[in-house]
């Protein structure tokens, strides 16, 4: 049974950092592609950032500059560095995985985690 994990969500003030991280169990990470999302209250659910299994990182226009995905397959982790963070950052934050290495533009991902809480004040 594969299980993605978040951790690292908190409360931060503006201009602050945080680093989420993702574990996941049940499958090792190899050559896979993998994402964070987020959804704010009231909103729909927002692709963030992806990491192909070649490892080249992309990331939507409102956190390009500002977050840094990574991943380390020792550890079969995700990981995504926020700096620089907005009061239009917070929301809960989703780790997902698609078996494979091209990350996928329509279809839904195989896995997600549970989400973790990010919330930036002002």
Known sequence: ???????GG?????GGSLRVSCTASGYTIN???MAWFRQAPGKGRER?????GYGTARYADSVKGRFAISKDNAKNSLYLQM??????DTAVYYC???RGPQCPLYK????????TQVTVSS
């Open 1 to 7: 049974q594969v299980q993605l994990v978040e951790s």
């Open 10 to 14: 908190g409360s931060v003030q503006a």
């Open 31 to 33: 050559r896979d592609c």
């Open 48 to 52: 963030v950032s992806t990491i192909d």
């Open 83 to 88: 700096d620089s963070l907005r009061p239009e």
């Open 96 to 98: 997902a995985l698609d």
């Open 108 to 115: 839904s991902y195989d896995y997600w985690g549970q989400g």
